[in-house]
């Protein structure tokens, strides 16, 4: 599986970064667009499950990403931090919308065991030296 991917991101580099900007896009539609326009109160069960998948599924794309462009390695804890900055702004975004989007302290703590699990499985990924890069 491994070496299938390998040859996927050596062959079409464009890949990752374009999957990063989508799902970028993606989470801040679902994150900020008015609750009535993506489903209102049928989510709202799912609110704290979607917000780890979301921001942990970024975290670790934004990680892989980081890992296969960079010459010089970014730390696991940087790419956690971004991951978390990430959901901060989306609440702090929240706040600051003018319709039924409300920032709240545990999306954010949810948003951070996302990007925590993201790093878990990036580090596996990405042991024995890059396992991904197309060299």
């Known amino acids: 599986m491994r070496e299938t991917v390998k040859q996927i991101v050596a062959e079409y580099p464009f890949l990752l970064p374009a999957g990063t900007l989508l799902l970028t896009a993606a989470v801040l539609f679902l994150t900020l667009s008015p609750a009535d326009l993506i489903g209102g109160q049928s989510l709202g069960s799912y609110d704290k499950t ?72 990036l580090r596996k990924s990405v042991s024995n030296e890059l396992p991904f890069s197309s060299t």
């Open 50 to 121: 979607g917000h780890v998948i979301m921001f942990g599924s970024w975290t670790y794309l934004f990680g892989l990403y980081r890992y296969v462009s960079q010459p010089d390695k970014p730390s696991l804890f940087t790419i956690f931090l971004v991951g978390v900055l990430f959901g901060i702004s989306v609440e702090v975004l929240q706040f600051l919308l003018p319709f039924e989007r409300s920032a709240d302290l545990f999306d954010i703590a949810f948003d951070a065991i996302g990007a925590f699990i993201a790093i878990l499985v």
